[in-house]
């Protein structure tokens, strides 16, 4: 049985987007892209895995892949402790180089929420419940 493993994000620049991601907490290895293949990963929680890999390994094996325009088709979502570390997280992320794309928020749903774009133009969504 097929089993979610790994969720994969293309980058233009492996450091920066490392870097970005490191902020959030993922742990990637102190020597980026050992082997020169331009692929890093992390460990996410019940054994996840966030991949990065970059335009010219995709284009490796999809010589006629293209970054998507126009917006996103997925987001990555972080659950902060609280909706002040969303707050801080979001103003952080923007001053690291992050692009503000919806300042932090009270849903209606119950959440406090922000969304950020990482260093490619993806989403990352920072949410905590309120109260």
Known sequence: ???VDA???VVSDLERA???YRLLGLEFPDKLDADGHGH????MPGGMRLMLDTEEVVRSFAP???PPSGGQRTT???????PEEVDRLYQELVAAGGEAYREPWD????QRYAEVKDPDGNVVDLFAPLG
Do not use: K, N
């Open 1 to 3: 049985m097929a089993r």
């Open 7 to 9: 969720i994969g994000v």
């Open 18 to 20: 490392v870097g970005f």
């Open 40 to 43: 890093v990963e992390a460990p």
């Open 64 to 66: 006629d892949w293209t």
């Open 76 to 82: 990555l979502a972080f659950l902060c402790d609280s």
């Open 107 to 110: 849903a209606f749903w119950g």
